[in-house]
């Protein structure tokens, strides 16, 4: 079943149809196919357009660490990031752009998993990239996040709701949007393997929550031997 369940978190539009099927919230997706860009590429903007504003996220199904990932401000910009994500994958996912704070939850477990405090990450670019992630330091990491405890605890519900709906074991790291309008809880995106220096954010989440690094390694590496 853990093979499945990265599998499926691998795959971001069978990622968002499994936690459709849980109830929880996510950005409004569209499925766009490499063969109908190169067949039928201004139809596919029309359908595009006809379903969200600008800014669209493209997304390639299949690649972490925001690789192949852009924000189309228009027209132009949506059609230069459908080929650049295609060039990653078969199947390019659009989002709607939600305006939000990027807020980050881990969680430990195999039949009952537990999830930690919030984190957010104030990325100090346009969005969380990949030079974001690895190559520049803008990013501001918060934790605990700056949201209400009340907000914090949906968060952590929907978190381990998406980790039990995708079937994982041993450790995931899941991410949200909380809007910044009325602090709606929104899916992003879920971490199957996440960073795990002593700087990411997935030990980091968990030493807040009073499991330093060592004692969180004892741990999962129990829960490995209980799979």
Do not use: W
């Given at each position: 079943?853990?093979?499945?369940?990265?599998?499926?978190?691998?795959?971001?539009?069978?990622?968002?149809?499994?936690?459709?099927?849980?109830g929880v919230p996510q950005a409004a997706w569209h499925?766009?196919?490499?063969?109908?860009?190169?067949?039928?590429?201004?139809?596919?903007?029309?359908?595009?357009?006809?379903?969200?504003?600008?800014?669209?996220?493209?997304?390639?199904?299949?690649?972490?660490?925001?690789?192949?990932?852009?924000?189309?401000?228009?027209?132009?910009?949506l059609a230069k990031a459908l080929v650049d994500a295609a060039a990653f994958d078969e199947k390019v996912l659009v989002e709607e752009f939600i305006r939000g704070r990027e807020v980050e939850v881990a969680v430990m477990?195999?039949?009952?998993?537990?999830?930690?405090?919030?984190g957010e990450i104030d990325s100090g670019a346009d969005f969380y990239d990949y030079d974001a992630k690895y190559v520049t330091d803008t990013s501001t990491a918060y934790i605990p996040a700056r949201i209400s405890e009340e907000v914090a605890e949906k968060v952590r519900e929907a978190a381990v709701k998406v980790y039990s709906a995708i079937g994982c074991q041993g450790m995931s790291r899941v991410d949200f949007f909380v809007t910044f309008d009325d602090e709606r809880v929104v899916f992003n995106e879920i971490n199957t393997l996440p960073g795990f220096t002593?700087?990411?954010?997935?030990?980091?989440?968990?030493?807040?929550?009073?499991?330093?690094?060592?004692?969180?390694?004892?741990e999962l590496l129990r829960l490995a031997m209980e799979a």
């Open positions: 079943p853990h093979i499945a369940a990265s599998a499926v978190s691998m795959d971001k539009t069978l990622t968002k149809l499994v936690v459709d099927h849980a499925l766009v196919r490499k063969g109908e860009l190169e067949n039928h590429m201004e139809n596919t903007l029309d359908t595009l357009e006809r379903r969200f504003r600008y800014p669209m996220f493209v997304k390639p199904a299949g690649t972490g660490s925001s690789v192949g990932v852009s924000k189309a401000a228009d027209r132009v910009a477990g195999n039949a009952n998993p537990i999830a930690s405090v919030c002593s700087i990411s954010m997935y030990p980091k989440l968990f030493d807040a929550s009073g499991i330093p690094y060592g004692q969180l390694i004892d």
